[in-house]
């Protein structure tokens, strides 16, 4: 969910060209992996420079404010949850490229691979070198209109259009390798460095607000999407447990009807658990479809927050395994962490 470019197209790979990403960067070298993917640096370390969200510097707080599509820094939530913090190490390097004194990235000698070079390996050439391959203005390819015109909104600098780009292009086509580096950029997650607020929001390249009409394609979920704009947040989260995924609907719910918020119950409150979690149990038995999958939910039902993220990003779009992440453990549509901990301290 929130290394949205690169594990899009893990996702993707891992479908489409029979590409196993999720074994292959299983366990530790997963979490170092995907990291880097969408941070485009080494590990960071363990010290204040990237684990202390008080050190964020104004121009940091900015960037990772508008990758959560905050209206601004001072509604930034610290510490961040652990699932945003790559946004956070991100914001930094870009920070520092502007003021000119660029921090280390450089790995400590051990070996092994740097988590850059385990990246590489793990993701399709065409993607790694699309920085290298394209341009901001370069002219779209003429193979879809729909596509073409994503294309040159993202040239222009859109994350939603971006964003929407990955998620719509066929893989292994220049449609792709060009969304993946935020329109010939860099290959970073293109909210943080292209700064659009709201840009968590676009899925689909579609801006909400409260008031956007229902699409009128489903009723029941019309009415979801009716009380979800009026600040239902259980209506929200029903959207996003029951609507299809990649959808209007889904979108919708997940941002809290329009708000750009990750954690509806924080803006509008909590009036009770959505319909879609009746009878379910964080004890429920995974569905036993794959094994890597099974191992995730049962640490997310144990309140492990990475597992739940993991799981959302690996589990099949729309299967018992997504949904399963998105709910914490079938608890509830919220910033995993910030739930565990609340659950914890009650």
């Not at 490229?97 to 790995?107: A, K, M, N, V």
């Not at 993202?154 to 964003?163: D, I, K, V, Y």
């Not at 460095?193 to 579609?206: H, K, Q, S, W």
Request: glycine content about 10%; hydrophobic content about 35%; charged content about 20%.
């Amino acid at each position: 969910m929130i290394c949205r470019t690169a594990s899009a197209a893990a996702r993707k790979h891992s479908r489409e060209a029979g590409v196993t990403l999720r074994r292959a960067l299983a366990g530790c070298a997963a979490a170092v992996a995907l990291s880097a993917a969408c941070s485009g640096a080494g590990p960071a370390s363990s010290g204040s420079e990237s684990g202390d969200d008080d050190s964020l510097t104004a121009c940091e707080r900015e960037r990772v404010a508008a990758a959560l599509g905050l209206s601004d820094a001072g509604e930034l939530s610290l510490p961040l949850d652990p699932a945003d913090e790559p946004l956070a190490d991100i914001a930094r390097d870009i920070c520092s490229l502007d003021t000119g004194t660029p921090r280390s990235t450089t790995p400590p000698d051990t070996g092994l691979r740097s988590a850059v070079q385990q990246r590489d390996a793990a993701l399709p050439a065409a993607l790694v070198r699309a920085p290298a391959l394209f341009d901001p203005d370069d002219s779209p390819p003429g193979d879809d209109p729909a596509l073409d015109e994503l294309w040159v909104v993202c040239g222009q600098g859109s994350a939603n259009a971006c964003n929407a780009l990955l998620y719509e292009s066929p893989a292994g086509s220049d449609y792709e390798a060009f969304a993946f580096s935020c329109g010939g950029r860099e290959n970073l997650h293109c909210s943080v460095l292209l700064g659009e607020p709201g840009a968590d929001a676009g899925l689909l390249g579609i801006e909400f607000d409260p008031e956007s009409p229902a699409p009128g394609n489903i009723p029941e979920l019309d009415g979801w999407w009716t009380a979800c704009g009026d600040g239902s947040s259980r209506a929200c989260s029903q959207l996003v447990l029951s609507a299809p995924g990649g959808s209007a609907y889904a979108s919708f719910g997940w941002t809290c009807g329009g708000r750009t918020t990750r954690d509806c119950v924080l803006l509008v409150g909590d009036d009770g658990a959505p319909p879609a979690l009746a009878g379910r149990s964080p004890q429920d038995a995974p569905p036993g479809h794959d094994d890597y999958l099974d191992q995730l939910w049962e640490r997310c039902g144990a309140a492990d927050a990475p597992a739940c993220r993991d799981l959302a990003t690996f589990g099949p779009p729309g299967s018992d395994y997504e949904r399963y992440a998105l709910s914490c453990g079938w608890r509830a549509v919220r910033a995993c962490a910030r739930l565990f901990a609340e659950l914890a301290e009650g």
